[in-house]
């Protein structure tokens, strides 16, 4: 059975930083890209960032490039997204999930999805 398990969220100051991981069962990581993604009250979802397999291609939206950083350990099964220089913006639940792909400039995923971990950022 396949599951995606986040955690790591919470409240951070402006300016500060966070490390969300994604634990995954019931499948090997290293046979799929995965992505983190994120939704804000009242927003649609957007894609934050994505690692693909093999080359391990990355991908990052223009709200977070320079701030946030990707990155799997395939022995343990765990992706995890480094965040720094938090803004009240980036304030969202986030999601880990499979098989992310950049489609006219957008990324989307179409596999598997967690249940999610609020990072709020506020003073």
């Known amino acids: 059975q396949v599951q995606l398990v986040e955690s790591g969220g919470g409240l951070v100051q402006p300016g500060g930083s966070l490390r969300l991981s994604c634990a995954a069962s019931?499948?090997?990581?290293?046979?799929?890209?995965m992505g983190w993604f994120r939704q804000a009250p009242g927003k649609e979802r957007e894609g934050v960032s994505c690692?693909?397999?093999?080359?391990?291609?990355?991908y990052y939206a223009d709200s977070v490039k320079g701030r946030f950083t990707i990155d799997n350990d395939n022995a343990k099964n765990m992706v995890y997204l480094f965040m720094n220089n938090l803004k009240p913006e980036d304030t969202a639940v986030y999601y880990c999930?499979?098989?992310?792909?950049?489609?006219?400039?957008?990324?989307?995923?179409?596999?598997?999805w967690g249940q999610g971990t609020q990072v709020t950022v506020s003073s």
């Open positions: 690692i693909g397999i093999g080359d391990g291609t990355l």
């Open positions: 019931g499948f090997r990581l290293d046979y799929y890209s």
């Open positions: 999930a499979t098989d992310c792909a950049v489609g006219a400039g957008t990324l989307a995923a179409f596999g598997a």
